[in-house]
DNA sequence: CAGTGAAAGTTGAGAGTTCAAGTATGGTGC
DNA sequence: GCACCATACTTGAACTCTCAACTTTCACTG
């Protein structure tokens, strides 16, 4: 995948680019197959049944967590790894569909609650199941209990790699 | 993510849904964080560099290592893990740019080849140092052999989990 | 308390994706 | 060689996401 054998091109930082040995492709190779297929069948069987795609029931899912089923939109976008843009245009949606709704902040002016509503709760309480089911089905029933460690390690070190933990304000991606 | 303690819904098979332990649910959480964090990385890494995102980068390479230099559509879209109509639209564009031509198939009137040019293999040759340098830091430089070897287990086996491999002709999504 | 820069959130346009439907060709059986 | 269904690929509309503004409010400074 990330081959290209006589590349003399610079490097992004040095001369010769590490190029990843035959190994590390194909494990970078079934990280990308598997990852697009999940995301891809979780989103399906969440549009099927839920109406809305993964990362929307995410949302959900973590405004139901919250204290008073709310929170503020910059927070509730660091949680879920999007960005505000991303958010403001799911809320909007999720608003339409009356799972959500926006209330002021009454100590910053500027801020803005998303807020689950009762029917957010339920659509949330009739599609957990199914979706339990898909994650189930697809990672857990098929990794032994050591592999499902490992993965969480794994994944774990990947996240926090990427987010450069309560650095920057927003999301500190690069620059 | 997962959870929603009380929920007596009817789950997708049977009674009574199997919710996610304590620690399940944290291993999904950092999946879900990683990945999210990862794919958005490298979309905008290539985006910025190379003007395209990951999955279009990853067809030019495909078809790099193909025979030559040519796939027919319905297999790069096998080998990509998408939708034939999400190559569709994704091979218009790169056309557009210059990167890849479509050339009929003689053998089958309907089938058409993604063939990848010069200026394609060009792109690629310009901008792989960056993208393996990405990736690198992102996932290899961060885990030690023995993850990285898990990493290439479990992945291989969740992806092998939700393509039934070599059973059906498209894409053998559900149903 | 005006001036300034940062932070919170939204918006619109453009790009990408999905889904359902559509065209055209291939293969099979009669 | 015709009916019939599967296969190969495309298309357009609806939806989602990104990116770069833009607005409003906050916090700090002189």
New binding site residues.
Partial sequence: MECMNTAPASSAAAGEPRWLTDEEQRVWRAYVDATTLLE?HL??QL??DAG??H??YGLLVKLAEAPRRRL????L?KDAK????????????LEKNGWVR?ED?P???????AVLTDEGVDVLRRHAPGHVDAVRQAVFDRLTPEQQKSLGEIMGIVAEGLQPSEA???LPWLR
Avoid: N, W
Avoid at 72 to 75: F, K, Q, S
Avoid at 82 to 93: G, P, Q
Avoid at 107 to 113: E, I, W, Y
């Fill in positions: 891809d989103d399906r549009q099927r809305m795609p990362v929307y503020r939109m910059t927070e976008a999007i960005t505000r843009s991303r958010l403001s245009h799911a809320v909007a949606r926006r902040c100590s910053d002016k500027r801020g803005q609650f920057g304000a927003d």
